[in-house]
């Protein structure tokens, strides 16, 4: 498949799949921003594996496929982090944490600030003022004078990058 070729099917299916994708996602979740951040990873991982990607029968039920497992998976690290909430709520302060269990927390932490800082430089910039400082997309925009698309397309590349790095590290430390 050539490139223009590749290009174009893309487009077709983006095209014809995106909406239907969001309503099915959002069925599952009720969660427009989870649906519609489910829908841009499918999406974003169909253009990576686009040109390597061997369909045995159609695409569409690939990106529908695509969509369950997203979804389990957000599920799956949803009920992980809730487990970790738990834990952090009814088992810390009934004792004190154990040395190995501090070393934990502190090698994930710097486990995570080791991945956002490996982000590209603006990408950083603007996850840390969202995430970090609770700044708002416009604030965001404004301070850096982009448009606020552009903040929360930074953001979601940001948290797509970081899902990817920390996932494994995340369940192997609390699951």
Not at 16 to 26: A, G, I, R, S, T
Not at 126 to 144: G, P, V
Not at 150 to 163: D, E, H, P, W
């Amino acid at each position: 498949m050539n490139v223009t070729h590749v290009r174009q099917l893309f487009t077709q299916l983006y095209e014809e799949n995106w909406v239907k994708l969001y309503v099915h996602v959002f069925r599952m979740l009720n969660d427009r921003d989870e649906a519609r951040d489910i829908v841009q990873e499918i999406f974003a991982n169909l253009w990576d594996r686009m040109e390597r990607l061997e369909i045995e029968h159609s695409y569409q039920a690939y990106l529908f496929r695509s969509a369950r497992n997203l979804v389990i998976n957000r599920i799956a690290s949803q009920d992980v982090g809730r487990k970790y909430e738990h834990y952090l709520e009814h088992a810390a302060p009934a004792f004190e944490m154990m040395p190995d269990e501090l070393l934990r927390e502190k090698e994930l932490a710097e486990q995570i600030d080791q991945a956002i800082e490996k982000l590209p430089r603006k990408m950083a910039l603007i996850f840390k003022k969202s995430r970090f400082e609770q700044r708002s997309y416009r604030e965001i925009a404004e301070e850096l004078e982009i448009s606020e698309q552009t903040v929360k397309k930074q953001i979601y590349n940001a948290l797509t990058v970081l899902r990817k790095k920390i996932r494994t590290i995340f369940i192997f430390f609390y699951h």
